[in-house]
Each structure stands twice: as structure tokens, then as C-alpha cells.
């Protein structure tokens, strides 16, 4: 059983690349492999020589030619809000750092833009009728950017490491359906699954299911997070850790090298800040723009907004193995005390929408009949006051047992973010309870997270899968406690429904799993839903061939070039 589009996906991004491409500039790579060769043509014999004409004037002089105008430099450099905490794509959960990398790794599949399966590395492959075993035929002469061949025995290292307990990656959980890898030779290799899992083909292609260099790996240990290597359009040059990735053509690419010499990611937090250098140009793209500056972007005519929807909500979510968090009736009650739909509109200028669920409206399992929580003051009181707190000494806090109200709200870096945070810790305040906020770096939060050391946090839930699975798998599920499950919610429902789901192979009952899944999670306020925001990007005119993606993961430059 195959489901193979790589025609009509050539066809389409073909298309797409000659609208935008100038006729004075080479257009740039296709991403799609080379087609196979064709005999030469058959050599034809040269004309007869004619005898030349009678000079009868002399010939005008030839006019010296213009030189020809220098090159555009193919050098780009991005800006992202938050940069990776690391280069190992086994470890770095961040969507902006799997954004960068991914430009250095490639898949044995990928998604397109509707989460269609597309080939990468494997350009082909097979599914029983049982759904247990995948056969995956590799490209053949494809090497690693440290020269290590690419081959089947490099995918079963490369899975082998994701899913080895000792190394502790946050994505191991979305691959614990493998049981077991086998080379069959050189390019072609064998998954056989402990159950069928409908969306496994999609799941190959996360971003944790890059292929690594086997070498690379074995010579760096744990430092090659700092050396990171793979197959993809763009090799490591430099990483100076919270300033700078550099990357450079990988000349030796599979399929046609890239169009852009070097990229230079940077990494810019503070709102203003960035969308200065980018109006300025010192930086050709930025990854994500405020929507409060975003007329200000628009009013620049040498500017091209990308926007497009988003698959990854944000949310609040709570350490609910701490006090007052793990009580779900406290939970409901900062729900309830937030007037969401006052805030989309006045801190993000209605850039996104009301979010109502752990998914986005694009993702497989969401449930359009669950509503958002309503802003009802009243209703958060009573909340409190059933848990048994009130504001019994009249200070303006609810408090019990004597002690008041007052929990620490952890929050990243980023200026919207930050003032989202504050706000929410107005309304919070109004309802008597005491949201003190701390900011820290990125790393340190990720840490923070991943610890339990925290109360209260706002995140995002990517979902580059498409399918509710992964959300579910990675933020709910108990196993997940301790890496990405960061609120640190433990339900055997929850459990058993997850592990289920992830068994049918009926779509129809799969997607009341996955429903009944989500409202379990929204029934427990394992966290508040807030916005799912739009995809929010912009680069100067002579940025040419960049397509947008909705996945929060995804950002493929192996086509980007910069015009003339």
C-alpha cells in the first residue's frame, strides 16, 4: 500500500516557485529529488561551410560591454524571538530551535503544507496490510555533511538513540509504538510496530525523527549538541549558545544544493528591538512578528508579510501536584476570572482565535462542540469559596486555613508574552488571587518546566503532527510526567484513552477516542485554553521562493534565494 503524491506536489511547488521567481535570476533549487537521467541526444552533422561575404564597408566599431553587475550576495539572516537552548534534535523541544535545525537534518518523510506525507529520504516505501510493519527504500549516495554515509544502518541509530531511556529525550514517547528496526541492506529498512498506529507515516516526519550522523554522534557524545550533524541542505558552521547560529551550503546536498550561501540566525527577544533591525535591515527576515507592531511592518513597502494559520494554542497551565493547583475546583475558577476574548482584541489586536482545547481547529480530534470558557467573575468566586477559599480578613485576598492566595508565575522572555502575563495577573488580582511574576531566560524556564519547579506558566502545544495524538501522548499521558508533561497531570482514564486511540485503526472510533480524550482534559482544567494565534512572519522583497507552513516546527529555507 503506498500513498504517494510526489508529481503533483512537484508540480504544485514548481509552479509556485516560477510565479515569484524574476526572469534575470536563476530560479531557485527544486526541493524535490532529481529526475533520473535521459540519454543524451543523438549528435547531428555540422552544416557545410559557406563562403564568406565581400567585405564591402568597414564594420563600425564593437561597443565595450558593460561589465556585468556584481552578484547578490546569497546571505541571509533570520531572527527568531527564541533561539535552541541546544542543537541536538533529540533534546531541543523548542519550536523555534526545531525550526532552525530542521534546516540541517533531513526526514526519511516529510509533511506539506496539508499535512500530506511527501518523500524525503526514503523515496518510497511499503505498509502491510496489517499495519504493523513499514518498509522504507532509501535514497541511494547520500552522505552525512562529516562525509559518513547515509544508509539504513544510520536510521536505526538514529531511532535507536531517540528512543534509548538513558538519553532522556522529550520525544520518546512519540516513537514507543516501534518495536523493533531492521536493515534489510543498505537502502532499505524495516519498522515493525508493537500495534498500528494510523498516523506512524506522518509521525516520521517530527522533527526528533531526523536522521543523525552515527559517527558524529559516537565521536561528540553529549557535546554534540554543539556539533550537531546530518544529511540536510545546510551544514553547521558556528553556534555562539543565546546569540548565533551560522550555517553554510552543504555543496554535497542529494538533491540540488540550496540557493543561499549561509544563514545567520539570531536571536532578538525584545519586540521593538527586532522589528527595528528588521525595518532597518539588519536582519532580511523575522520569524515572528507582534501583532501590536505589525502596521508598522505593513506600512513598509520594501516588507512581505507572511501570515497564515497556526496548529499550536497557548495555554496557562498549572503544577497540579502543588497547592492550591491540585484542586481542579481552583483551576476552573482562574478560568473563569479571565476575560480572554478583551484581551485577544486589546494585547494581540485579534491576530488569532479564541482556543478551546489542547488543539487547534486544523488538527485531527479537534471537537468544534466544546465551547470557550466565558469571562463570569461571579462564577470564580464561587469556585474559590467551594474550595474553601474567601477573603475572610478583608485584604483583598481569598485565603484558607490562614493563608493567603499568593502563588509564583513563571513566564519566558518575550515582550507580548510578558504583557499577556500581566494582565492576567490583573484579573487574577480582582478575583483576590496573587499572580507574582518571574521572567527568565529561556533555558532556565525549558528547566524550570521540566523540573516541576514551578506553579503557574504559560506555553504552546505544537502540534506539527496534525493529529491530536501527539499532543495528548506528550502533555497528558502519566509517562510523560518529568519531560514534556509539564503540568504534571496524572489520569488512568486519561491514560487508557491514549493508549486506545492510539490502537484503532478505524478512523471513526479513533476520532471519538481522541474527542473523548479532549474533553477529559478540559473537564480536569489541566490547564486554561487561550488563543491559537496565527502564523506571524515578514522579509524584505528580494526574500524570493519561501513557502509558509502551518506547522510551528517547520521553517524550510532550501529554497529561499535572494533577487537582485
Known sequence: MRTLWTAIALLVVVAMLASCAPAATPPPPEPTSAPEPTSAPEATSAPEPTTAPEPTTAPAPTPTPEPPPPEVPQEMILNFRLGPTQLDPHMEDSSSGQRALGNMFDK?????????VIPELAHDWDISDDGLTYTFYLEKGVTFHDGTPFNAEAVKFTFERVLDPDLGSAFSGQFDMIDSIEVIDDSTVQFTLQYAHAPFLRRMGLSAAVMLSPTAVEKWGEEFSSHAVGTGPFKLEEYVPNERVVLVRYEDYWREPAGLDKLTFTFISEEQ?????LLAGDIDFEETVPPSLLSLVEADPNMVIERGPSVMPEWIGFNLEQAPFDDVLVRRAVGYSLDMDTMLEQLFLGVGVRSTQPVA??????????????YDPAMAADLLAQAGWEDTDGDGLVDKDGVPFRVEFKLMPVTSIQRFGESIQGYMADAGMEANIVVLDWGAYLGALASGNV???????ANPLGDADMTLMGTFHSSGVGVSNYTRYSNPEMDRLIEEERRETDPVRRLELLKEAINLAVDDAAYVPTFVRENLMAHHKNVKGFVLHPS???LNLETVYIEE
Open 552 to 554: 510551528d516546527t517547520f
Open 273 to 277: 528591538s527586532r522589528i527595528s533591525a
Open 455 to 461: 506553579q503557574m506558566f504559560i506555553l504552546g502545544l
Open 361 to 374: 481547529p486544523a488538527v485531527f480530534g479537534f471537537d468544534d462542540t466544546i465551547q470557550p470558557i466565558p
Open 108 to 116: 526519511l518523510v516529510n509533511t506539506n503544507p496539508s499535512f500530506e
